[in-house]
């Protein structure tokens, strides 16, 4: 049973910063590309960040990067994500999913945890 459970969000100021963590379990988490993704309020699931199995190589969309890093522990089985220098747009519900920016989407819903908030309030 894949299992993927997300957790460290919170309510933080506008600049503030927050690291978000995900274990995964029930595959071989090693062996997958890993992203995160968001909900914003009202919107669809957008592709933030993704990291290559081994994590040499990272990749983010133009409205993170450079601001958010993504990185893996395999031995943890673990996904996290660096968010500095938080802005109120990021406000959103955060998840861990298998894949990359172009396959993310191929996996279904049970990929993706409950997720964790993310509230960036004054």
């Known amino acids: 049973q894949i299992q993927l459970i997300e957790s460290g969000g919170a309510l933080v100021q506008p600049g503030g910063s927050l690291r978000l963590s995900c274990v995964a379990s029930?595959?071989?988490?090693?062996?997958?590309?890993m992203s995160w993704v968001r909900q914003a309020p009202g919107k669809k699931l957008e592709w933030i960040a993704g990291?290559?199995?081994?994590?040499?190589?990272?990749s983010y969309a133009d409205s993170v990067k450079g601001r958010f890093t993504i990185s893996r522990d395999d031995a943890k089985n673990s996904l996290y994500l660096q968010l500095n220098s938080l802005k109120t747009e990021d406000t959103a519900m955060y998840y861990c999913?298998?894949?990359?920016?172009?396959?993310?989407?191929?996996?279904?819903?049970?990929?993706r945890g409950k997720g964790t908030l993310v509230t960036v309030s004054s």
């Open positions: 029930g595959f071989t988490f090693k062996n997958f590309a």
């Open positions: 999913t298998a894949g990359l920016e172009g396959s993310w989407n191929s996996y279904s819903p049970e990929w």
């Open positions: 990291i290559i199995n081994g994590g040499s190589y990272q």
